[in-house]
């Protein structure tokens, strides 16, 4: 998988080449990372790279040229779908990481100031996605978001390949409640059933725990899943209870 992010600041990109899931895939070679930098594709003595907006108002906009000279050296080297940080996009979720972890290449723009100017959007940008709804400095931080969770579901990264299928998200949920030891934790015990080595218990367990979290925390997300007849009765009984209380 090759990754090509295009951002003014490089540096920060080493925190996920040195650390963690990234780090990993780098390392195993599952993917390869390389940033560009619009600066460096400047033709002015001041390396410029912003400018005041056409229309007047606050702050700058990154200029289109020196963007649009890094955008043809990327598709040089990597021909996949260019996707925009902006609070203006598709919200991320886990299945757009599932599709970009499927893709053998894909590049990042990461903006600065106000953004890029609309012509560098409307002529060369893929895909637009936001992580959510609030304002960065930059799109940097964005695009770390995506990497860190395309590498994680990358082959062979992860230890036992398992754990990215039972993410919590993969499968639509909130994730159950996790414990390690000690058994007793200043008087809060582990619960019983996961100490009890019935692993169909446990897996029951822990379902109900996602649904009764999810019910609870993200109706939103049940709305939007197909219920197996297990679930369906799990969250009748909770109804239930809930009623009861
Ligand atoms: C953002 C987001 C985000 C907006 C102006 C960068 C900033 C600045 N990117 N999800 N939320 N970007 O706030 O992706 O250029």
């Known amino acids: 998988m090759r990754i090509d992010v295009i951002t003014l600041f490089p540096g920060m990109f080493d925190g996920l080449r040195e650390n963690g899931v990234s780090r990993v895939a780098l390392e195993r070679g599952a993917a390869e990372l390389s940033c560009y930098n619009p600066r460096d594709f400047t033709q002015d003595n001041y390396r410029t790279v912003d400018d005041r907006p056409y229309g007047g ?3 700058m906009v990154m200029m289109p040229e020196p963007l649009g000279r890094c955008i043809d050296a990327v598709s040089e080297v990597n021909q996949g779908p260019l996707i925009y940080l902006s609070p203006q996009g598709e919200r991320l979720d886990q299945d757009i990481l599932g599709e970009l972890a499927a893709l053998p290449q894909f590049s990042l723009l990461c903006g600065r100031y106000e953004g890029v100017d609309e012509r560098i959007v409307a002529s060369r940008v893929d895909r637009e996605i936001s992580i959510g709804d609030y304002v960065l400095s930059g799109g940097e931080l964005a695009a770390m978001v995506v990497i860190d969770g395309v590498c994680r579901l990358l082959p062979d990264v992860l230890g036992n390949a398992e754990s990215a299928q039972q ?8 994730d159950c ?16 059933v996961l100490l009890g080595g019935n692993h169909a218990e446990i897996a029951r367990w822990r ?6 979290r999810t019910k609870e925390r993200r109706p939103d997300l049940l709305q939007r899943r197909v219920l ?18």
């Open 177 to 192: 409640p996790h414990y390690t030891r000690p058994e007793n934790y200043r008087g809060m015990r582990v619960p019983e």
């Open 228 to 245: 197996s007849d297990d679930e369906k009765e799990l969250l009748t009984a909770l109804d239930l209870e809930q009623n009861d209380e």
């Open 207 to 212: 379902l109900r725990q996602s649904l009764a």
């Open 57 to 59: 108002g606050p702050g």
């Open 167 to 174: 993410d919590s998200f993969s499968a639509g949920l909130l």
